[in-house]
């Protein structure tokens, strides 16, 4: 049985317009979803897919078929030759999902491709997708799940979702709302948060100096556990239901997902809970606070999580995150 989705999503706009055009058989050949939280986009997915293949068990039918992130690295590869076993591509590569596609449908109906993380595709697998998004097969819906639709492929970054994809999918973004954080300490994290940059806006002095990099450290402490902690469940829910042909290192991917799925909701909500807090201080002094400021903090967020993409150390990524943030709102008051 699909999950039901949440109201926040089936009352927006976006989704509505993809309810229609699903209801009008005029749906587009290709979907991108992307938000904050990689469980939601998937349970969107599955909703869609359920109608599609007019089942409630959709990502077990025999005609639905995936794509996700291998090994350490975390990239969606195109496979190998010498990888093939009993001359079939490996399960989660790129020519293989082609290939699964090309055939023709196993119960002569619908057939739904789903690439999970699309940000991670290296530069093989993009070029080889393209060709199939360019001329699907009769019959079939690619679903792209991402939560970084406008990462880049460059030298310093050897995945990403390449323009000439984002653009021939129809854009859902799923509303920023959903999925709130559940760990029982967040909203005390999110105050603490507040009253840090409080500190930080009324100037530091020889007083508040110690209790200031005090809390940067205690912060960034926390919010690592919060993120271990709520991976960590998610994690023991989702083990018992990967496919069995996983091995070790899709088994790696897979758990790492997990806690990237989270640590990208928590840094969302700490980017919305920035925002909010310069609102409100502009709102209670009228061009105290240039809009620079918040522009800078946004960025350097934004770094750091383009960082942690390229398996920096996560602690490390967010201290380096509080020390700008730190200079930025000294400088701001």
């Known amino acids: ?45 599955e909703h869609i897919a359920g109608k599609l293949l007019k089942t409630d068990k959709p990502f077990q039918h025999p ?5 996700r992130p291998r090994g350490k690295a975390r990239m969606i590869t195109i496979g190998k030759e010498d990888e093939k076993r009993d001359g079939k591509w490996p399960e ?10 090309s055939m023709s449908s196993n119960q002569g109906g619908n057939k ?20 199939t998004l360019e001329e699907p097969p009769a019959g079939t819906t690619l679903f792209l799940l991402t939560s970084r639709p406008y990462s880049q492929i460059d030298e310093h970054n050897p995945c990403g979702l390449l323009e000439t994809i984002r653009s021939r999918c129809f854009n859902f973004r799923v509303p920023a709302e959903l999925g709130a954080v559940s760990h ?40 690592q556990k919060i993120s271990n902690d ?22 790696d991917a897979a758990k790492i997902g997990v806690f990237k799925t989270f640590r990208t909701q928590l840094l ?4 919305k809970m920035t925002a909010n807090y310069a609102r409100d201080l ?7 606070l240039p809009a620079a400021a918040l522009n800078r903090a946004t960025e350097s967020l934004e770094k750091s999580a383009g960082l942690l993409e390229l398996n920096f150390n996560q602690a490390a990524a967010l201290e380096r995150f509080f020390l700008t943030s730190l200079r930025i709102w000294t400088a701001a008051r």
């Not at 989660?92 to 596609?101: E, S």
């Not at 999970?116 to 393209?130: H, T």
């Not at 960590?232 to 290192?249: N, R």
């Not at 502009?282 to 105290?288: I, L, T, W, Y």
């Open 92 to 101: 989660g590569t790129m020519r293989r999902l082609v290939t699964d596609l």
């Open 230 to 251: 709520l991976s960590a469940e998610e994690w023991e829910s989702v083990k018992p239901t990967l496919p069995e042909h996983f091995g070790e290192k899709d088994i």
């Open 112 to 131: 739904i491709g789903i690439i999970y993380e699309a940000d991670r595709l290296n530069m093989q697998a993009s070029n080889a997708f393209l060709k």
């Open 1 to 45: 049985m699909t999950t039901p989705l949440p109201e926040s999503v089936t009352q927006s706009r976006s989704y509505q317009i993809l309810e229609s055009s699903l209801e009008q058989g005029r749906l587009s050949h290709a979907i991108l979803l992307h938000g904050e939280n990689l469980k939601t986009l998937e349970q969107v997915t």
């Open 63 to 67: 005609d639905c078929f995936f794509c």
């Open 282 to 288: 502009e709102k209670a002094n009228p061009g105290r």
């Open 268 to 271: 969302g909500e700490v980017e």
């Open 184 to 223: 029982p300490n967040w909203e005390d994290w999110l105050s603490g948060y507040r009253k840090w940059l409080t500190m930080l806006i009324e100037g530091p002095d020889k007083k508040s100096v110690p209790h200031i990099i005090m809390a940067l450290y205690g912060l960034n402490s926390r919010f």
